[in-house]
């Protein structure tokens, strides 16, 4: 840790004082790198592009978003932050990045044979176990984003369909082309970006406070809270009803392509929290920790808690679950993976 802080420092202190922003014109906008990359399937269709499975100088399987001209700042904003940070076991593992003979621009990242968390979650029910190792997975990506990175960069397109998940299901946050860094933000940056569905009450009200750069770390944790709640929804707990089908967040309330009108009426007007199950209620743990966490990062007064206090909790968490799971015959009277809860 202290070889990753130490490196880290070295690396951005060469690097950021050359390239302020993302988008900043210093950067050096047609490095590429130079491979050969052979195209095979379209695995998924992004907001921009599409990314395929390919094969890498003969031999490596890599994912590539294959971007059209138009989308060079994206391009060029994601390819910068990959460049400029050091890699991350929650973030998503970047090779490199190119220009096509066509004008297409490519990045090329780990292929995550998984896809993303939303793709996962459709699919699968995760037990508790592996749901906490999902949570804090993300918690800890977002602790280096928010608080290790010097500066502080905010991602500001936390969504479930932006974490790809290894084979262990250990998550990696993935897509950023929003991505903005946090020593000079302006107002400039605090017009309406991201995905409508996971806007937080004062991006969809514009009305977004100084510090602007405490405020753009707040709106990731507002996503992320809905994250937390879909990670939830689908986590199978023992002794307890299966669980539902998938959902995002507010389906129920704005259905599938929901208008900003739809969403500011859901989230601003009537404050609506993402419905909780009965049964958590009834778990000490999901309760006191994951309802709680879910609610607390929907906190419309921005009272929301940083990274790194969602991410110590679900590091609480993670090393009970080790506990229990090393003893089973612990005797729980409320549920299997239950533990003293304190509170920060
Ligand atoms: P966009 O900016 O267009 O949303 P993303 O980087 O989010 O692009 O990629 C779009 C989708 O492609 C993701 O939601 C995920 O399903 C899939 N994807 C992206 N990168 C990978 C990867 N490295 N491995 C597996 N699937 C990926
Ligand atoms: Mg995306
Ligand atoms: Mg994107």
Not at 19 to 34: I, K, P
Not at 86 to 96: N, Q, V
Request: aromatic fraction near 8%; include cysteine.
């Amino acid at each position: 840790y202290l070889w990753r802080k130490h490196q880290l420092r070295r690396l951005l202190s060469a690097k950021h004082e050359q390239c302020e922003l993302f988008n900043d014109a210093e950067c050096d906008e047609d490095e590429c790198d130079d491979f050969d990359l052979k195209l095979s399937e379209i695995i998924a269709h992004g907001r921009y592009g599409k990314v395929y499975r390919a094969e890498m100088n003969g031999k490596k399987t890599v994912a590539v978003k294959m971007l059209p001209v138009h989308d060079y700042e994206s391009w060029r904003n994601e390819k910068t932050f990959y460049k400029t940070s050091l890699p991350h076991p929650h973030i998503c593992h970047f090779i490199g990045a190119c220009k096509q003979s066509d004008g297409d621009l490519c990045l090329v990242t780990e292929l995550y044979p998984f896809g993303s968390l939303y793709d996962y979650l459709k699919e699968h029910t995760p037990s508790f176990n592996e749901s906490v190792t999902i949570w804090h997975g993300i918690a800890s990506g977002l602790v280096y984003l928010h608080h290790e990175l010097k500066p502080a960069v905010a991602h500001r397109d936390m969504k479930s369909k932006n974490v790809l998940l290894r084979s262990d299901l250990t998550p990696c946050i993935a897509d950023f082309g929003l991505a903005l860094r946090l020593n000079n933000a302006s107002f400039e940056n605090a017009i309406q970006v991201g995905t409508r569905r996971y806007m937080s009450p004062e991006v969809l009200q514009g009305t977004i406070k100084t510090p602007l750069n405490e405020a753009f770390k707040r709106i990731d944790i507002y996503a992320v809270g809905l994250i937390i709640w879909e990670i939830a929804w689908r986590t199978s707990i023992p002794n307890a009803p299966k669980p539902l089908d998938y959902r995002l967040p507010f389906e129920a309330e704005v259905g599938l392509q929901p208008l900003l009108s739809a969403l500011h009426q859901c989230v601003v007007l009537e404050k609506k929290k993402p419905e909780t199950m009965e049964h958590w209620n009834k778990d000490r743990v999901m309760r006191d920790i994951i309802v709680e966490t879910i609610l607390e990062c929907m906190d419309e007064d921005e009272a929301r808690p940083s990274a790194l206090t969602i991410h110590s909790r679900f590091e609480r968490m993670k090393s009970n679950v080790q506990v229990v799971s090393q003893k089973p015959d612990v005797v729980c009277e409320e549920t299997p993976c239950s533990f003293t809860v304190v509170h920060e």
